[in-house]
């Protein structure tokens, strides 16, 4: 038998450990040996339902050393699993609704490390600045289905755990930590180290820890017990799951689909495929990619024949059945305000939270609100094709907006800039500074300095008033740097020259100007353009990017620096709304704009609560306090599960929660053909979904 693993189980303490190796050795019938392998111990926890099992043993918190940063990724290297799973004891943060013994299984991991200590109106303030990272979504699922449909033992709860490198037993610091992250269901040490190694590794991972303590001070209180009693109950849960279903762990290595159990759908296996990836990481973004599938699909056509045809996007729910949140309802107000009141009021509103939590519906209801009165240009990052760089997606919104004023366009100051800039480029790529043709390679350097590269890196962009330094040029920027040439600056510098000097932009101060600067000149007139066809059509201009998580970094320091910072449209009759997963104000330069101009709105959708569940489920005829219960476990208040359930309702059938996920992604399809053609960014679309209809969200 080689030493190659399926899945990893990774503890920290003795008691976690030792609950493992007892789990594994009564099932597997399986006498536990320890190795070594590349210096470091493994257990060989035998095979339970044809799973490879080794564990190895981390110490204490993430970046330590042999912490389990370095015990994870080490693990990885030796074993080359497919999935790891940390097992082990946390603390529970409510002991009103939680109990000793209670499972934690992460949806994500919140790093309260990451802080910004400052102060504000005179008092001391403290922000979050690490992203909420995502378990695997098929390890999730797969522990889910299991809860659902097998698990009877200790109440299993799915959410937002806290990782930190601090070992919490004081409950005036744990009650901090839980206003940082309201939604957290407990906290423990190692996760953020869990993440980081399978990040870089490409390899899936997942936490599950069971609450041993309340981190209020009384941690000896009971501690032993308390500890064996969680340990056990996370090493039985992980088990138990492991043997729920057969997983095709050959199949994953070779790049396939595994098909064997029932939380692998044939709806999931159509799911759109993503680029250099191996298949396990890559159903992160598949399922990511999902909602923005549907989303475009109903925005398609917004813009036809010179006509402004309102967005498809509509409320899923009926209105008799809709439950109008409290910050959704702000920012419906505050944004119809900001449209009469431009010049006092925000002018980007954010809009985010995981993947089907109500953005797309509560961007419809704010489109259909201003039905006939508002134009609306949009973009969807994950499926409109070709709008990588700031100038692209310029260039995009720009053409939609000339769509809507038909056959008369104007002579706007976008498209008279732009025809200056591609008509110098031209020259410039076509013929030296003496009027010599020049050869095919400076061509390609002048075209893609002017085309791509200026808009990736911060070589080619002026500096203004306080630009930040934190471009990601590992990318597709470094790769376009590497194309270029190999010393930059000389590049940038022999380019400047040739502005200078060459015959088609020599002694023409205005096109000199526009060619050294032209990230900041183009962008100064796009936004006069949308001024101009605002005016035009004496109606507001909003433009609406949405899944702006996929977004590059660089694109999203255009947008706050250029457009938004630099150009006069937070007086004019045009707004933005930015759709996606993360917070804008997670990044220091959209948090230092907003705290100097007050551009910014955000609004945050969560899952519903115990209670707005309850509400729901009533009103659409559902009654039965087990089944109330039991409804909201299994969804987790997520709502657009809550509308599958709804609609399974209206329509008389069963509700089947077997099929977990399975479902959701069936809804999902709907309207989009199976037989699916290539599409943007390495994702596929189909014609279908184009046009055909969408599933709702709500």
Known sequence: MTDKADVLIVTVTKVESRAVIKAFEQEANHQVTQKSISDRVYFDLGTVNGTRVFLTQSEMGSSGLNASS??????????????????????????????????????????????????????????????KTHASPWLLNLFKSFDVRQWDGAEVRFGVVLTGEKLVDNIDFRDQLRSFEPEAIGGEMEGAGLYIACQNKKVDWILVKSICDWADGNKAQDKKRRQQTAAKNAADFVIEALKFIQIDWQGKRDGKTGRQGEWESEAQSRLPVVQNRDDNTAIEQRLASLETQFAEAQAHKEVQNGKNLQSKLRSPVPDEYYIERDEAQRLLQRFATALKEPHKQPLLFNIYGIGGVGKTTLLGRLQQAHTGKVDFLRVCFAKTPDINTPLKLMRNLHRQAQELIGVAKLADAFTQQEQQFEAALFELSQTSVDGKEI???????????????????????????????????????????????????DLQEWIQQRVRHHPATKDKPQLQALMLEPVARLTQAFAESLIQFAQNRAKPLVLVLDTYERAQSYLNQWLWQYLVEDTPLASAPVRLVVVGRQKLQADEGWRKLNQDRQLLYEVQLVKFIKKQTQNYLKQIGIKKGATLDKIHKVTQGLPYYLNWVREQQEQGKELDFSQGNQAIAKLLLQGIDTTARPGPAGTTCSAASLSGPCSPTT
């Open 70 to 131: 370095q015990t994870v990724g080490k693990g990885i290297e030796a074993l080359s699993p497919l999935a790891v799973i940390m097992v082990g004891i946390a603390f529970g943060v409510n002991e009103d609704k939680q109990a000793i013994g209670d499972i934690l299984v992460t949806e994500q991991l919140c790093n309260y490390e990451l802080q910004r200590l400052g102060t504000q109106d005179g008092q001391s303030q403290t922000i979050l600045r690490g992203d």
């Open 439 to 489: 050869n095919p390679e400076e061509a390609r350097k002048i075209t893609n300095w002017f085309q791509r590269f200026i808009w990736l890196t911060p070589t080619g962009i002026t500096t203004t008033s306080r630009k930040s330094k934190s471009w990601d040029i590992s990318g597709s920027g470094f790769a376009a740097l590497s194309a270029i040439a190999d010393d930059t600056e």
